[in-house]
């Protein structure tokens, strides 16, 4: 059990650190791996109870290693501390399998009061060299952590969070409000589907400004086609005869397709054009 743990942990560090050429350079020259095989053994000893000598076993491994596992902190498969030195895991931190710290990182506490103040990391998660991690903050699955930011949030999943205090730049997914769809959308579709108007990749957390404008024409010209609508009823129920022969635009999505193969064909026409006269010269 133990050696299929050290086997793992060893294979581990070659999918994470391009400069592990041997099994046995890796066995002997990462103290990150060493720092972690020790906890193994002061947690066990922390969990028997024997709070000192798994506390005195792991300044041992800090001497050694650089790095300080709180033996209380618990610490799933596969973890990996690349270079070590300058880590700090508190008491009651908890990481999952599969994730990643660089040097000087600090899963840390900001409140004396005993009970849960260290961060939780789920599985597969990435922090950069130098980062710090403070409070009882969960930090979501394969997220990742750029060096030397300082997260005092809660951070979702997928993200990348970068800066003082840490920010969210890659990977959010758009909130509730943002997807959420309105009448007014609804409308604004069917009335682009009748002029042909696809603003394809253009969504509210990523307007195009002429995507846009040519929304808010699109809900003029629905708020007028109601008017019109209403006015002739009204006409209509007045004992006149209006509206019967006004033209219907409804457009299918074949005649567009038909319109960008004919456009596509006579752009490739004037393409070719230009490479015959080119060569005639
Ligand atoms: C954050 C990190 C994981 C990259 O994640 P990513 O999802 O690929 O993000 P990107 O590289 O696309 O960067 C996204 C943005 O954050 C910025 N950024 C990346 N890392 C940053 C950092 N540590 N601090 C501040 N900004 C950072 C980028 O410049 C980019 O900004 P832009 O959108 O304005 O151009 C990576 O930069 C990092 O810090 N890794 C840690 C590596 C490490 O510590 N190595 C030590 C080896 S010894």
Redesign the pocket.
């Known amino acids: 059990m133990l050696f299929r743990g050290i086997r793992e942990d060893i294979a581990s560090v070659y999918q994470r650190d391009p400069a592990a050429r041997h099994f046995f350079e890796v066995l002997t020259n990462y103290p990150g791996l060493h720092a972690i095989w020790i906890h193994r053994i002061s947690h066990r000893l922390w969990r028997w109870r024997l709070r000192w000598l798994a506390r005195w076993i792991s300044t041992i491994s800090r001497w050694f290693t650089g790095v300080e596992i709180h033996p209380g902190a618990k610490i799933g498969r596969r973890f990996f501390i ?2 070590g030195m300058g880590v700090v895991i508190g008491e009651t931190a908890e990481i999952g399998d599969d994730c990643t710290l ?2 000087g990182v600090t899963l840390g506490g900001t409140s004396w009061k005993s009970g849960k103040r260290h961060p939780t990391l789920a599985n597969g998660v ?6 710090k991690i403070l409070g009882p903050l969960l930090i979501g699955e394969n997220a ?6 300082v997260v005092v949030r809660d951070v979702p999943e997928g993200v ?4 003082i205090p840490g920010r969210i ?3 959010a997914k758009p909130s509730a409000e943002i997807t959420a769809r309105t009448e007014k959308d609804d409308a604004r579709e069917a009335i682009a589907k009748k002029y042909g108007f696809d603003a394809y990749a253009v969504s509210k957390d990523n307007p195009d400004p002429v995507a846009m404008s040519i929304g808010r024409m699109l809900d003029h010209m629905h708020m007028l086609d109601n008017r019109v609508v209403e006015m002739c009823k009204a006409i209509n129920s007045m004992g006149g005869n209006v509206c019967s022969d006004v033209p219907k635009i409804e457009l299918e999505h074949e005649d567009f397709v038909q319109a960008e193969q004919e456009a596509a064909k006579s752009r490739n026409d004037v393409n070719q054009e230009q490479t015959n006269k080119v060569g005639k010269r």
């Open positions: 690349d270079h660089y040097h990435v922090v950069g060299a130098g980062a990742r952590i750029g060096s030397n930011s990348t969070v970068v800066g730049v890659a990977g």
